[in-house]
């Protein structure tokens, strides 16, 4: 079982529009409703993959409510294969056709969220279809109190013991301390489970210390924490602060892994335009579902940038499209570095 944790667990709403145009009237065009929150998008993918997740952090009033529903009922997996096409994805050719492996049966994902009484919080991505352009607004998340707080730990610790690994994602809601992420990581290796930590600012510079295996920062986050934009050298740095691992995310230019094993990159076969909201935490559910299966630093690499891109060529946050998938995944580009670790 791998196990993610969602601190700020949110109801995510997408508004397709044919045009955004600013101080304007729009009609909705497509609307799709999903439990979200990075660790809950991981779980939909890790699902999809077919791994057994269980999801644990906060939900509560009647958002929390509808999260929780739609974590129950929602069929887990990609988007609809009549939505999916891997023609969108360009620089196709005859000496790289898409895989024919079968897709796996999507796993469980189990609710293992605590219950509290402030209101889950709602995020709102607005899609330009005719450009594939994203605003996202977010709102703020719920209160959480000291003793909500003790309950998240108790359950945390009870599902430590039965996972294979554990993914801590996100922000804090308010009334978290900021060294919340850095107790958990502590937790998660006393218990002898590896832990991927993906947040940012403070939370992340606390994390870090507490010597995560993993971390996957944006290049944004990665020079908020190192004070440098230069990838290599950024991510060298974030890992001398103490983690074992640093997978930094570069974008359309696909992701920069420095390990105690090497140094890779690794970079999709093409650019691509569509929806990134989600990318990033597809990108951890390839490196944890390639850590859990002991595949090589390469195919988990491999895995994360073909799961990143495809969710972009999805129409919906959260999802990935297959097709795309199985098509990108043996084309990725792996580029290993000389430079020491």
């Known amino acids: 079982m791998i196990l993610t944790v969602t601190l700020n ?15 304007a009237g729009h009609r909705v065009s497509d609307m799709a409703e999903r439990p979200g929150g990075k660790g809950l998008n991981v779980a939909r993918v890790l699902s999809a993959l077919g791994h057994e997740t269980t999801v644990t952090g906060f939900a509560g009033g009647s958002t929390g409510s509808a999260l929780r529903e739609l ?21 196709a050719t005859p000496e790289h056709p898409p895989t024919t492996a079968t897709a796996p049966a ?15 919080r709602r995020t709102v991505a607005v899609v330009d279809r ?5 605003t996202q607004l977010n709102e703020p998340g719920p209160l959480v109190t000291a003793d909500e ?21 996100g922000s804090l809601p308010p009334g978290i301390h900021v060294g919340a992420y850095a107790e958990l990581v502590r937790l998660a290796r006393t218990a002898g489970v590896p832990v991927l930590l993906d947040t940012s600012g403070e939370p992340l510079r606390r994390g870090i210390a507490a010597r995560p295996d993993l971390i996957k920062p944006n290049a944004d986050e990665l020079a908020q924490l190192t004070g440098s934009r230069e990838p290599l050298r950024a991510t060298l ?3 001398r602060r103490g983690a074992h ?18 140094i890779w990159q690794a970079s999709p076969p093409a650019k691509v335009l569509g929806n990134p909201t989600g990318a ?62």
């Open 71 to 91: 974590l129950a009922t929602l069929s887990p997996g990609a988007a609809d294969p009549a939505r999916r096409t891997a023609a969108r994805v360009a620089g």
């Open 9 to 23: 667990t949110a109801l995510d709403l997408t508004y397709g529009v044919p045009k955004l145009v600013p101080h």
């Open 130 to 134: 005719s450009t594939g352009d994203t």
């Open 280 to 341: 990033g935490d597809s990108a951890v559910a390839g490196l944890l579902s390639g850590l859990v299966e002991g595949l090589s630093w390469p195919d988990r690499l491999r895995r994360a940038v073909a799961l990143s891109t495809a969710t972009v060529l999805s129409p919906t946050a959260g999802d990935f499209d297959r097709a795309a998938y199985e098509e990108l995944l043996p084309r990725v580009g792996i580029e290993e570095h000389t430079t020491a670790a």
């Open 149 to 169: 707080w003790a309950a998240l730990l108790g359950r945390y610790e009870e599902l430590l013991a039965g996972a294979d690994a554990v993914a801590l994602c």
């Open 245 to 262: 691992g640093v997978v930094a995310s570069l974008g359309p230019d696909g992701l920069l892994a420095v390990t105690p094993d090497g």
């Open 237 to 239: 740095n974030a890992r």
């Open 106 to 120: 999507p796993a469980p994902v189990t609710d293992a969220l605590v219950t509290v009484a402030g209101n889950t």
